[in-house]
């Protein structure tokens, strides 16, 4: 907080009034696409009721947490539990989920084939390298019946946790991010929503497949621990969760992004 704000905060309260005109800045990390479009609808809403977001955009999935963690950002908003539970695992962060925002389902899409149906014996599909949408692909491709995994994996299987696999599909882990740009040199790729409308790509018309989107991999505002009850956390949720936002969602995303509230 600046310190002519902590001034004026001190003379609100010597004169007895209430400091209500003070405002308070956050950042918010995102990834492009939807994230970042969704709070954009956001800010105005914060804005109105005292917080200013700072609107941050990653390319990755990997930075957000690390710059909430070190203090570079207040919030972000791009992962679903399962990721957020698996980075605090291996990386021993002190955040939090404080809300529900959005669901992606994750589909697979393919430049060459018309439907799912067509997958060929020895196809190569493109996968996250990242455990959790890795996992999330190959839980995809189970429930599609293309391959089976080892009962008890969890949300983070691996091509090592294939117990049969008819087709012989060939798996190519790559990072989430590149999945769009090499869609030319497989049959198929598992595409995450945001990266997917960011290389314009439309989930609803263009997947060949999308998985349940009543799963578990809804996404969420993350703070850090010891920040999860302050007062700026909960006008931040009760941005997000307006009628406004849910109305931007439902008319821009048109059922690639669906909204959990």
Known sequence: MHLKTL???ALFALAGLPATAQTQTIRVGVTPGPHAQIFEVVKPIAAAKGLDIKIIEFSDYVVPNTALADGALEANSFQNTPYLDNQKADRKFKIEKVAETVNFPIGIYSKNLKSFEALPAGA????????TNGGRALLLLQDKGVIKLKDGVGFKPTPLDITDNPKKIKFTEIDAAQTPRVLADVDAAVINTNYATQAGLDPVKDALTRENPKG????IIA???EDKDKPWVKTLVES???????AYIEKTFKGAVLTSW
């Open 7 to 9: 001034g004026l905060a």
């Open 216 to 219: 578990p991999y809804v996404n």
């Open 240 to 246: 997000y969760h307006t009628p406004e936002v849910k």
């Open 124 to 131: 190569s599909i493109a996968i996250p390298n990242d455990p």
């Open 223 to 225: 703070v850090r621990t």
